[in-house]
């Protein structure tokens, strides 16, 4: 069964290039185009994995984030951040909120793909555990 | 001198001849030997009476003539050369005298000069001191000053707007009875600076000005005179335009990276999908090409605002006005929004054509207005709601008016004033949509700068907004050139 990832930006040209990038490297994709959005298929859709923009409408990705480790339903999912100010994002507040990784944009397809195998193959280990 | 002499010796010679006539007066009228003796004798009282008041007379004549020389010679002065026409004694009493007299003006020249160099003194400290109180009052800085039993000295017109005293009505108070309470904060600053003999100290502190607070970089310094305090000066600078000043530059660093980064992401993601073959099929790799194309064309246009409003700024922008309908102008725009609002399911209407509206303007530059009006007032509109534009004309004041209205989030009324700001966002309103805070401080440089129209704006929050500019209508001679 494919690994399930949600993508939240409210670019729809951004959602539409990783849709087809991981849609490629046979993983399913569901898609949001701002935080409060995301927040619900977050909570229903139960996606193995969150790709999330900084800022977004409605709720900004750190909010996201926030609500997310505050629901039990969320609270272990991985969620990486893409954002175009990673210097307001310090490692710090990345282990605080949470965030699994942070890639800054313009970031590469490929890296975000391969970020996301890394991620789910750690989420597959410690599940095996 | 010789004078009086002649004149004691007369007087003698007259006294001792009225003596002796009336001697023999009494000895004719005495007659016999007893009569005689007894007339003798009284000739002997008579003569020794006539001696002693001849010496009586000449040392009478001899004091008065040394006091009337002593009195000469205080007239003539020291240099007049005649203390030998003093008897020897006066000589002593007069050197004496004149030696005190002497220290007597010595030390009243002394006096003189040191008065005199006092009234400079003072005349030069009371022009410094006006110099001075010039120099504070034209200050935008606040001032006080507060003497060293913390009562209040000097206090500058800003300084009394902050505190909101009459400067003159304060003074010699109590600085915490003059300012009052409220201040408690800034008051203890200076009473421990006195206390401590703070040379200079320096401190951010909040004051609430209007409905709002004012933030002032506070220096206070203590003035001591002789190791003793004499007062204790504050300069209150406002900074808080300045801080708004750096907030806005942050946030307009902050804003425009994102912005700039956004569309070179997705030019970025879309040619390395291209590059590493992800696009299957021809009609997928036109589309990346569209996505990549619209992406830098979206690129440059942020470029081209930001560079816009620097140009405008610096008067550097070049302007091609010429007659122009403002109606032609705002149906091309309602055009290009028109797919934007449908995305959003935002219906976009304008008013009645209007038959004269005629203006003399820079069609790119007043297009450029127009279409950010609309696609703020689209960005900033939920889903469903309406957007109108409008024209009206007033011929009487020669102008036309363009007004976009809105069903949107609206503007706080505290902020409303400030949207034409550059950089400046709406804070409530930044989750609704993203934007650099340049879109209407461009509408204000085209409008007001360029072509010496005006902007406004009303907005109520949850109920929606209404941009507009108002510009000077053609001449009928500009618009026969047409």
Not at chain 2, 149 to 156: F, G, I, K, Q, Y
Not at chain 2, 195 to 218: I, V
Not at chain 2, 339 to 354: C, H, L, M
Not at chain 2, 406 to 418: A, K, L, Q, S
Request: with cysteine.
């Amino acid at each position: 069964m494919a690994n399930k990832v949600l993508v939240a930006d409210d670019e729809l040209h951004i959602i539409h290039v990783v849709a087809i990038k991981l849609r490629n490297n046979g993983y399913e994709v569901i898609t949001a185009s701002n935080g409060a959005e995301a927040y619900e298929l977050a909570c229903h859709e139960n996606p193995d994995i969150v790709v999330t923009d900084y800022q977004m409408p409605l709720l900004t990705g750190i909010e996201l984030i926030e609500k997310m480790r505050g629901d039990d339903r969320t609270r272990s999912t991985p969620v990486i951040l893409l954002t175009a100010r990673s210097f307001a994002i310090t490692e710090e507040m990345q282990q605080q909120l949470g965030v699994s990784a942070c890639l800054s944009k313009p970031f590469s397809p490929k890296e975000l793909l391969k970020t996301i195998q890394d991620l789910l193959y750690q989420k597959e280990l410690v599940a095996q555990s | 001198m010789r004078g009086q002499r002649s004149t004691i010796w007369i007087a003698t010679a007259v006294a001792i001849a009225s003596l002796m006539t009336a001697a023999v007066m009494e000895l004719q009228d005495a007659g016999g030997s007893s009569e005689w003796r007894a007339a003798l004798l009284r000739l002997v009282v008579y003569c020794a009476g006539a001696v002693g008041v001849i010496f009586l007379g000449v040392g009478y004549a001899r004091m008065a003539g040394a006091v009337t020389s002593m009195a000469a010679r205080l007239r003539s002065g020291p240099s007049s050369g005649c203390d030998h026409e003093l008897p020897p004694a006066f000589r002593g009493l007069m050197q004496t005298l004149d030696e005190r007299v002497a220290e007597g003006a010595e030390a009243t020249r002394r006096f003189q000069t040191e008065l005199k160099d006092l009234e400079i003194r003072s005349q030069l400290s009371e022009r410094e001191r006006r110099h001075t109180e010039a120099i504070l009052y034209s200050l935008r800085d606040a001032v006080i000053v507060i003497d060293g039993s913390d009562r209040l000295l000097m206090a500058n017109p800003p300084a009394a707007q902050i505190f909101g005293f009459d400067p003159e009505n304060v003074r010699h108070r109590p600085l915490a009875e003059a300012i009052g309470r409220t201040h408690a904060g800034f008051i203890e600053l200076l009473v421990q600076c006195r206390r401590n003999r703070t040379e200079a100290t320096k401190r951010e502190l909040e004051f609430p000005q209007g409905d709002r607070s004012h933030t002032y970089e506070t220096i206070v310094s203590c003035v001591q005179t002789d190791g003793k305090v004499s007062g204790v000066v504050a300069v209150l600078h406002d900074v808080t335009r300045e801080k708004e000043i750096s907030q806005m530059k942050n946030d307009f660093v902050s804003h425009v990276s994102h912005e700039l980064k956004t569309p070179l992401a997705s030019i970025m993601a879309y040619s390395e999908m291209l590059a590493d073959g992800e696009a299957d099929d021809e009609e997928t790799r036109k589309e990346f090409y569209s996505v990549i194309q619209s992406q830098a064309q979206r690129l440059s246009r942020l470029i081209e605002d930001i560079l816009n409003v620097s140009r405008i700024e610096s008067g550097l922008i070049k302007v091609h006005k010429e007659p122009a309908s403002l109606t032609i102008l705002i149906e091309d725009q309602m055009q290009m929004i028109r797919s934007y609002a449908e995305e959003k399911n935002i219906t976009v209407t304008a008013g009645r054509a209007i038959v004269y509206d005629q203006v003399q303007i820079d069609k790119d530059m007043i297009s450029q207005v127009i279409i950010n009006l609309l696609s703020n007032a689209v960005k900033y509109t939920p889903a469903g709601g309406r957007v109108t534009i409008g024209t009206e004309v007033n011929g009487a004041a020669g102008l036309v008016r363009v007004t976009v209205s809105d069903t949107g989030v609206g503007i706080p009324e505290n902020e409303v004033n400030r949207v034409f700001d550059k950089f400046y966002r709406v804070a409530a309103n930044n989750k609704q949509a993203k934007g650099t805070g340049l879109g209407l401080n461009l509408v204000k440089q085209i409008v007001e700068k360029v072509h010496g129209g005006r902007v406004f704006v009303t907005s109520t929050v949850g109920v929606g907004s209404t941009f507009g500019f108002e510009l000077p209508l053609a001449t009928a001679r500009q618009a026969a050139l047409v």
